[in-house]
């Protein structure tokens, strides 16, 4: 739910309950109801077009709310690739993909650091991997490796078919991070 229908809701919701404190108070006798009576005449009468745009209001944002409880947002977790067998529907969350991603990319001899992102498209399932590489390993062979490695690792685990793998390199990494790297490794 967004900023503006937190404020409209809890609006809302103060109006209500204002409302209901007065409904109890008198239906239950604590106020004398012709304390009320000049109010529910001005209404009945049709007389004072406050109140019309108050309960147009009401209405509206009423039914804003009504409808929007029925738009569910799928969280990241909900959302992922479905794929119907013999046996039944599966789904593979794009959390998931992205283990089997980075599993598969840090296997890849040159690869330091790195970040993904799975995209799942009508076109296919597309992947992004933003990289940290030793500086050793000619980039060309490097790249290629990963998205060899990475696609073939994720269709052989998933089933899933990747449309793209693609790769930015974006740092090398500093040569004494890699030697007190590779000394804790």
Same mark, same amino acid.
């Given at each position: 739910? $967004?900023?503006?229908?937190?404020?409209? %809701?809890?609006?809302?919701?103060?109006? %209500?309950?204002?409302?209901?404190?007065?409904?109890?108070?008198?239906?239950?006798?604590?106020?004398?109801?012709? !304390?009320f009576?000049?109010?529910?005449?001005?209404i %009945?009468?049709? +007389?004072n077009?406050?109140? !019309?745009?108050?309960?147009?209001?009401?209405?509206?944002?009423? !039914?804003?709310?009504?409808?929007?409880?029925?738009?569910?947002?799928? +969280?990241? #977790?909900?959302?992922?690739?479905?794929?119907?067998? &013999?046996?039944? #529907?599966? $789904?593979? +969350?794009?959390?998931?993909?992205?283990?089997?991603v980075? =599993? *598969? *990319?840090?296997?890849?001899?040159?690869?330091?650091?790195l =970040?993904?992102?799975?995209?799942v498209? #009508?076109?296919?399932?597309?992947? +992004?991997? =933003?990289?940290?590489? &030793?500086?050793?390993?000619?980039?060309p062979e490097?790249?290629?490796k990963?998205?060899?490695?990475?696609?073939?690792?994720?269709?052989?685990?998933?089933?899933?078919?990747?449309?793209?793998? *693609?790769?930015?390199?974006?740092?090398?990494?500093?040569?004494?991070?890699y030697?007190a790297?590779?000394?804790?490794e």
């Amino acid at each position: 739910m $967004n900023l503006f229908d937190r404020f409209i %809701l809890a609006i809302y919701s103060l109006a %209500l309950i204002v409302l209901s404190c007065v409904m109890i108070a008198v239906t239950s006798g604590w106020f004398s109801p012709d !304390l009320f009576r000049p109010y529910m005449d001005q209404i %009945l009468a049709g +007389t004072n077009i406050a109140y !019309l745009i108050v309960a147009i209001i009401f209405l509206i944002v009423s !039914l804003r709310f009504f409808f929007s409880s029925f738009r569910f947002k799928k +969280t990241k #977790e909900d959302r992922g690739i479905r794929q119907k067998s &013999d046996l039944g #529907e599966i $789904n593979i +969350t794009v959390q998931t993909i992205q283990t089997i991603v980075e =599993r *598969a *990319a840090r296997r890849v001899k040159g690869v330091r650091d790195l =970040r993904t992102s799975v995209k799942v498209l #009508e076109s296919g399932t597309m992947i +992004t991997l =933003r990289v940290s590489v &030793d500086g050793e390993t000619p980039f060309p062979e490097l790249t290629n490796k990963l998205q060899t490695d990475v696609k073939e690792h994720v269709e052989t685990i998933t089933g899933i078919l990747i449309s793209e793998v *693609a790769v930015v390199v974006t740092e090398v990494a500093q040569q004494e991070n890699y030697a007190a790297r590779k000394r804790v490794e």
